[in-house]
T-cell receptor
Framework: DAGVTQSPTHLIKTRGQHVTLRCSPISGHKSVSWYQQVLGQGPQFIFQYYEKEERGRGNFPDRFSARQFPNYSSELNVNALLLGDSALYLC???????????FGQGTRLTVV | GENVEQHPSTLSVQEGDSAVIKCTYSDSASNYFPWYKQELGKRPQLIIDIRSNVGEKKDQRIAVTLNKTAKHFSLHITETQPEDSAVYFCAANKFGAGGTSYGKLTFGQGTILTVHP
């Protein structure tokens, strides 16, 4: 799992603000997925991107969006933050074929 | 969509005992079942996985079994050690033609395993 990097590691935002989270996958991995993990629960799927195209979307509002860049890194954007958006946001990197997913260390987002 | 149920939510064992965590899934098309270990404040780490073309897989002290008919899979840890204490998550995914992942891991709710010295 070494090699998936996320930034920032911690973030505090105010309700209504916007946030951008970043992820760099393992070298050679072309697929990036985003997950939200609320304390005490399992990760919940938000998005998957492959070759800059959205390949899957979980049950999250339109305030959540993402994109993937030509170097396969990715951004997750959340608009109009709510207190309930406070969570650990995890990025997972995988090769599309064969597909073991390896997670980054996450970004801990706190909305106050 | 897929739904994964995991039991128990907490499990406490003595060092050296075995631990078993069970998961059921709802989508019969799911064909890939990983297990992740997450220590407090750290990332989930893949510890073992199984694909639907096999019934059992072992890696040293850990093993996973899969019953496709019952849509049930389990994690077995033998000779538990205090460093096995963590939260364990099962998950399910499906791969299409050519082994292409649909990308969506559906996780169980997690099991807090505590191994007492």
């Amino acid at each position: 799992d070494a090699g998936v990097t996320q930034s920032p590691t911690h973030l505090i935002k105010t309700r209504g603000q916007h946030v951008t989270l970043r992820c760099s996958p393992i070298s050679g991995h072309k697929s990036v997925s985003w997950y939200q993990q609320v304390l005490g629960q399992g990760p919940q799927f938000i998005f998957q991107y492959y070759e800059k195209e959205e390949r899957g979307r979980g049950n999250f509002p339109d305030r959540f969006s993402a994109r993937q860049f030509p170097n396969y890194s990715s951004e997750l954007n959340v608009n109009a933050l709510l207190l309930g958006d406070s969570a650990l946001y995890l990025c997972a990197s995988s090769s599309l074929v064969g597909g073991e997913a390896f997670f980054g260390q996450g970004t801990r987002l706190t909305v106050v | 969509g897929e739904n994964v149920e995991q039991h128990p939510s907490t499990l406490s064992v003595q060092e050296g005992d075995s631990a078993v965590i069970k998961c059921t899934y709802s989508d019969s098309a799911s064909n890939y079942f990983p297990w992740y270990k997450q220590e407090l404040g750290k990332r989930p780490q893949l510890i073992i996985d199984i694909r639907s073309n096999v019934g059992e897989k072992k890696d040293q002290r850990i093993a996973v079994t899969l019953n496709k008919t019952a849509k049930h899979f389990s994690l077995h840890i033998t000779e538990t050690q205090p460093e096995d204490s963590a939260v364990y998550f099962c998950a399910a995914n499906k791969f299409g033609a050519g082994g292409t992942s649909y990308g969506k891991l559906t996780f169980g709710q997690g099991t807090i395993l505590t191994v007492h010295p």
